[in-house]
């Protein structure tokens, strides 16, 4: 009689945390991470290269500790790594000077057996692009991946002839479309 009734707490303690965490998840307003990070992790500094498949060019990215430069399609694209506020308002009143703002967005995670950080815009309320550096092949590579479970990756290299070099190139452990079995 003694374990029903342990075995019926168990039960009522473990539903009460499931409808909990799934009101939290459903929840109508993001919630921004705790942690601040105000830097580009030092791995990630460093001008980066990649085959574009679509338009056949090298793109290029330069990070610094506070600054992303992107070059795509002869455009260049400058954004600015700020600390997001504590008690920033879910939906904040959009300004011109911020509209190129970039933060990172909580702890890096680790998935599929690499640690990730998520970087959003400004005033994006979901989504962002996650970015993870490893040494692959005895090369040092950055790979962006998009979507929940941080699919489409691709691969960035420290020189336009690796990148072009290594353009299928393809690694154990990432995802490369939606549909992908890793």
């Keep these: 009689m003694k374990s029903k009734k342990i075995w019926i707490a168990i039960l009522a303690i473990i539903s009460f945390i499931t409808v909990g965490s799934s ?7 993001p919630v921004k991470a705790e942690t601040r990070m105000s830097t580009f992790p030092k791995k990630m500094r460093g001008t980066w290269y990649q085959y ?6 090298i793109d290029k990215n330069v990070i610094t500790a506070k600054k992303w430069v992107s070059y795509f399609d002869g455009k260049k694209g400058t954004e600015y790594l700020h600390v997001y506020p504590k008690n920033a308002p879910a939906y904040p009143k959009q300004e011109k000077k911020k509209q190129n703002w970039i933060y990172i967005l909580g702890d890096p995670v680790k998935v599929r057996g690499r640690m990730w950080i998520l970087v959003e815009g400004w005033y994006q309320a979901a989504g962002g692009a996650s970015y993870n550096v490893s040494k692959l092949k005895g090369h040092w590579v950055l790979t962006n991946a998009s979507g929940a479970g941080l699919w489409y990756s691709n691969h960035w290299y420290h020189s336009a002839k690796l990148a072009k070099k290594l353009k299928n190139q393809r690694y154990p452990h990432f995802a490369y479309d939606s549909g992908a079995k890793w």
């Excluded at 574009?52 to 060019?57: A, D, L, V």
């Design 52 to 57: 574009n498949k679509k338009t056949h060019q």
């Design 23 to 29: 009101a939290i998840v459903n929840s109508v307003e």
